[in-house]
């Protein structure tokens, strides 16, 4: 998984993946590098240099992941059900911006609603919340048959303890039961 900043950068890294892969088609024809791309600025709102960059990544030939991080409680509702809800809309509307100029792309749903500790603001990625949220957008995407990668593994611990370990193992085998197709940052991160 690899990510730009503007789109002027995707060109310079076809390259260098044409140049490994042998060729252009070759690449095309089984990619190996994906862009990790988060389109919007929830709420409900397109990014424009990602979503640039997301169009000619696509063109380009790469499979892009269509990744939204709204925050509940902060850039997304408050509650887990709107929350999620917002989550699926901004992740459907970048499959839809890149569908719509390239039907055959390889689009990858990133739909990660990110949980927020009210009280001090902070993310509780650890939280059983966090698991809910996320197995709800997997189980959706799995009922759509769109690829789905999740965030799983985050742990609101300080310290690598059995609390960690508890947080991490829910969120990620809850993620993996739920039908997610691929888990990013499953080593997770600690307090928040």
């Given at each position: 998984m690899i990510s730009?900043?503007?789109?002027?950068?995707?060109?310079?890294?076809?390259?260098?993946?044409?140049?490994?892969?042998?060729?252009e088609e070759v690449f095309r024809s089984r990619p190996f590098a994906s862009f990790n791309i988060n389109h919007a600025v929830p709420p409900l709102r397109f990014h424009e240099e990602s979503t640039a960059v997301m169009a000619e990544a696509i063109k380009a030939g790469f499979p892009v992941?269509?990744?939204?991080?709204?925050?509940?409680?902060?850039?997304?509702?408050?509650?887990?059900?709107?929350?999620?809800?917002?989550?699926?809309?901004?992740?459907?509307?970048?499959?839809?911006?890149?569908?719509?100029?390239?039907?055959?792309a390889k689009i990858i749903a990133g739909p990660r609603p990110m949980l927020t500790d009210l009280r001090t603001g902070g993310f509780s990625g650890g939280s059983g919340e966090q698991a809910v949220a996320t197995a709800i957008c997997a189980q959706v995407f799995r009922y759509w048959d769109l690829p789905c990668s999740v965030i799983a593994g985050a742990t609101d611990s300080k310290r690598p303890d059995a609390q960690a370990g508890y947080e991490k193992a829910l969120n990620i085998t809850t993620a993996l039961q739920a039908g997610a197709n691929l888990i990013t940052q499953a080593c997770g991160m600690h307090a928040g």
């Open positions: 730009a900043s503007e789109p002027g950068n995707v060109k310079q890294i076809a390259k260098l993946c044409y140049l490994i892969a042998g060729s992941h269509a990744n939204v991080f709204g925050q509940l409680g902060a850039s997304s509702p408050v509650t887990v059900a709107g929350s999620v809800a917002q989550t699926l809309a901004e992740t459907l509307a970048g499959i839809t911006f890149g569908y719509s100029f390239e039907p055959n």
